[in-house]
């Protein structure tokens, strides 16, 4: 997911007498004092499945952290060998902390939170107002063991992936494939890929509570980590005093039929929110066409991009496709996608050179062969390409070899796992307090799925931000509504930034972007960076 907003921690002297003058009163704690102390009256006993260490990567400096591992099993009945989660608890520096935690459960699937998230940079301030935090990677992710090893020494640059939930563009075949048998091969070396189930996951979230010693815990899922947050709620339920899912995956659902059709809705909106706010359309025009038309050009005409070396090479415009799709996950480089569009159009195809650059830009976020082990045993075997078919009827027939994740079955068949049980495609019912998030731009999960979620959770309470997408709970406004309803899971939200957010668009004239994506303003047009950022949200680093 993309992490907005960053913590500054800002240490000021008041005192400007001589030093010998000041106390130790007169200034508020330098950075250099340490982080708080360890709150030992509310941490429980933790039992002998967790492992003290060490962190893996510097924590953050304002709040005390504790790190280690949980040690649990492949399957419920003891099978497939031991797995060792990476764990990580965040201390509120709050009053009066609640006694339950907040668990976070991240996306993908294969999306490790400790190296993403633990640092200064920490996105979960609104949490740690009042509650502590439990993080930890999935089974497959980061920092925990096994995690299957995806060997593939070549890069494949003719698809691209673009969405948690499966989309690997139209036409993608042979390459493709033989890539995904190249991967699979080292990954069924390296682990047992049938332990990679959301039942699995959610064993793992019961697992963590247990070793720390909490009573019970906070769920808060966003993306795929709301499929995982639904089956704790289905499978643990007697350990959840709350959930947050952000960005909905209800298991009923046909994730992959449904996402052309999803995704071509949010290039319609964005289309229309710029043609409705004068200034975008006067400098953008007519941006969905654009678009449409600029793909099929390079369709014809693959691009050659110059690279900082003097060599080219050639980009397809399948993986254009993908990049743009991309774009659309944040409402931050949404706000830059009718600049990129029109870049396209004139045939500037600078900013694409990360696409085909021989070293990747940035560690992608989602772990491959962990990321096929789940959709290609929870969400392909309950689709086909019919249901496909038939959810595209509404899309334009020009826009559906752009937005339809056709290879996706083929990909599955290689990847060759069995599929879940028909349970994994049930709805889930739960009176657990529940706050259901969604984004009105979301290309892959729409509001439409958080009020589906929401019709069998009997004490849900459902928001849609307005000019938001995925991962709207951490926006200002989400981190608003998540505070609110941490604090009273049965009260009501009051979200007076809610209806008045609106999608902005920027350009190259505008002076400073509001917001925290570094991107070059040296040159003309500045999106060759913010490609970069967006590149960590492909699934797949294999078909850069």
């Known amino acids: 997911m993309v992490v907005r907003g960053w913590l500054v921690r800002v240490a000021a002297c008041a005192c400007t007498c001589a030093a010998a003058a000041c106390s130790s009163h007169d200034h508020p704690a330098f950075i250099d004092d340490g982080p708080p102390a360890r709150p030992v009256d509310r941490i429980p006993v933790r039992s002998a499945a967790f492992h003290p260490r060490d962190c893996w990567v510097p924590p953050p400096a304002s709040y005390a952290v504790d790190c280690g591992t949980v040690t649990t099993v492949g399957h419920a009945d003891g099978s497939g060998g031991d797995v060792e989660l990476a764990v990580a608890v965040v201390y509120s520096n709050g009053v009066g902390v609640a006694k339950e935690p907040v668990m976070f459960l991240d996306g993908g699937p294969g999306e ?24 930890f990677d999935q089974r497959g992710t980061g920092l925990s063991t096994p995690k299957p090893v995806c060997d593939v020494s070549e890069t494949v640059v003719d698809t691209g992936g673009a969405a948690d939930a499966g989309t690997i563009d139209a036409g993608a075949r042979d390459p493709t494939l033989a890539a995904v048998e190249k991967c699979h091969a080292s990954a069924v070396a390296s682990a047992d890929l049938s332990i990679f189930r959301s039942v699995e996951n959610a064993s793992d979230a019961e697992a963590v509570r247990r070793a720390l010693g909490y009573s019970s815990f906070d769920v808060y899922g966003v993306s795929y980590g709301t499929r995982y947050a639904l089956t704790v709620l289905r499978d643990h339920p007697s350990a959840v005093n709350a959930a947050i899912i952000d960005s909905v995956v209800p298991l009923q659902t046909d994730l992959v039929g449904e996402q052309g059709a999803n995704v071509y809705r949010a290039i319609h ?47 397809s415009a399948k993986l254009v496709a993908n990049l743009l799709i991309t774009f659309m996950y944040s409402s931050e480089t949404i706000s830059l996608l009718p600049e990129l569009v029109q870049e396209l159009t004139d045939e500037d195809y600078t900013a694409l050179r990360p696409l085909v650059s021989a070293t990747p830009s940035a560690t992608p976020l989602i772990d491959t062969a962990t990321y096929l082990s789940v959709t290609c045993a929870e969400e392909v075997p309950f689709s086909s390409p019919d249901a496909l078919t038939r959810a595209l009827s509404p899309v334009p027939e020009r826009w559906r070899r752009w937005v339809a994740p056709n290879a996706l079955f083929d990909v599955c068949q290689a990847w060759d796992v069995p599929p879940s049980p028909p349970s994994e495609n049930a709805a889930v019912s739960s009176d657990v307090p529940t706050l259901v998030t969604s984004g009105q731009y979301d290309p892959v999960t729409p509001p439409s799925y958080g009020a589906l979620a929401a019709k069998t959770l009997s004490r849900s309470k459902s928001v849609v931000f307005s000019g938001e997408a995925h991962a709207s709970s951490m ?11 941490l604090n009273a899971p049965s009260g009501s939200i009051v979200q007076s930034c809610q209806a008045a957010s609106t999608l902005s668009f920027q350009s190259v004239g505008a002076a400073t972007p509001p917001f925290a994506i570094p991107f070059d303003t040296s040159g003309r047009r500045p999106t060759e960076k913010l490609v970069r950022f967006a590149l960590r949200r492909f699934p797949f680093p294999l078909f850069r």
Not at 117 to 132: A, K, R
Not at 291 to 299: F, G, H, I, S
Request: aromatic fraction near 4%; include cysteine.
């Open 112 to 135: 490790g939170s400790i190296q993403a998230m633990l640092g200064e940079g920490i996105p979960f301030t609104s949490v740690l107002q009042d509650h502590d935090l439990v993080l």
């Open 269 to 315: 909106l964005v289309g229309q929110a710029c043609s409705d706010q004068p200034s975008c359309a006067a400098r953008y025009g007519d941006v969905e066409a654009k678009e449409l038309d600029a793909l099929e050009k390079m369709t014809a005409t693959p691009p050659d991009v110059a690279l900082p070396d003097g060599s080219s090479a050639t980009v």
């Open 475 to 485: 926006s200002p406004c989400g981190k608003e509504a998540l505070h609110a309803f």
